[in-house]
């Protein structure tokens, strides 16, 4: 089992740019989502998925969009990147059994918006 | 809406020391996850509280969760440099699903 898998681990945009930050995950998993982490600021929610076809917003969804067609799959779309999109960001999965609290990290996507 | 605090930010300790982190909750919790990550690396789930009062170990590592289920604290006696890293608490979001996660306690070792 690879777990839960991100690409790119590094990437520079220009501001105005657009991307997908990529996430799957090989554990069936229902549950999976993405949080920004910040110095400082800890980890923040941004969009999450409790099954295939079903997605909502998290604490911080502004400016990113997300689909999950899939159970595997759960990509993040940054629509028109600003400089305050400059983070790490991390997708993560979990059983829904376990109340999506038992998370499980990809290792990251490192974002850089000049 | 919810809030999760956790002090210290940063705490030094001399290698072999005592360390300490809490955690407090502007709501009551039905549960507390702890999570650590290491310099460079993710978040990686340590354990799950649900009882209230309930007291978990692992090896160095005790975990409590406050009898009113707003406060947690992890506790790591003798520390060693594997330790370092930075401790985050996390409950559920209040009326939706996902974690709200605390801002994290840097554990710095001196050796």
């Known amino acids: 089992n690879a777990g839960v898998t991100q690409t790119p681990k590094f990437q520079v945009l220009k501001t105005g740019q657009s991307m997908t930050l990529q996430c799957a995950q090989d554990m069936n998993h229902e549950y999976m989502s993405w949080y920004r982490q910040d110095p400082g600021m800890g980890l923040r929610l941004i969009h999450y998925?409790?099954?295939?076809?079903?997605?909502d917003q998290g604490e911080v969804p502004n400016g990113y969009n997300v689909s999950r067609s899939t159970t595997e799959d759960f990509p993040l779309r940054l629509l028109s990147a600003a400089p305050s999109q400059t983070s790490v960001y991390f997708c993560a999965s979990s059983r829904a059994d376990s109340g999506a609290n038992v998370l499980t990290f990809g290792a990251g996507s490192r974002l850089t918006v000049l | 809406g919810q809030q999760v605090m956790q002090i210290p930010q940063y705490q030094h300790v001399q290698e072999g020391e005592d360390f300490t982190t809490y955690c407090n909750s502007s709501?009551?919790?039905?549960?507390i996850q702890w999570y650590k990550q290491r310099p460079g690396g993710h978040p990686v789930f340590l354990i799950q509280?649900?009882?209230?009062?309930e007291v978990k170990k692992q090896k160095r590592l005790t975990f409590q969760f406050g009898e009113a289920k707003k406060n947690s604290s992890l506790h790591i006696t003798a520390t060693q440099t594997t330790d370092v890293g930075t401790y985050f608490c996390a409950g559920p979001r209040g009326g939706a699903d996902g974690l709200t996660f605390g801002k994290g306690t840097h554990l710095i070792i001196q050796p």
């Open positions: 709501t009551t919790l039905s549960n």
């Open positions: 998925s409790v099954g295939a076809g079903i997605t």
């Open positions: 509280l649900v009882k209230s009062g």
